[in-house]
């Protein structure tokens, strides 16, 4: 790999992580620990997401990242305290 090639790479990387962070953060508060949602999104995104680098493949991405996000804080929760109470359909 030359040094151009590495550079960008890192470049892109950092680039990418920030800006993860930080979406996939704003669509965990949107979301409001509300996995039904974010799951009937990534369904509707999926369809759209057929190649890679488009926003749609970039959406889906973000949007699987904030759903295992709540999952992993609902599991969290789940094994500190128990299980909550469903809410009402």
């Not at 508060?29 to 996995?35: M, N, Y």
């Not at 804080?73 to 909550?84: I, L, N, Q, V």
Request: net charge positive; no cysteine; glycine share 4%.
């Amino acid at each position: 790999m030359s040094g151009a090639s590495s550079r960008l790479e890192r470049v892109a990387e950092r680039m990418a992580r920030e800006a993860f962070e930080e979406r996939v953060q704003e669509l965990t508060t949107l979301a409001e620990g509300d996995l039904d949602a974010v799951h009937d999104a990534i369904l509707s995104v999926q369809t759209k997401a057929r190649a890679a680098g488009t926003p749609e493949h970039i959406a889906f991405t973000l949007l699987a990242a904030t759903w295992k996000r709540i999952a992993d804080r609902r599991r969290a929760s789940f094994e500190h305290d128990g299980p909550r109470p469903r809410r009402p359909a």
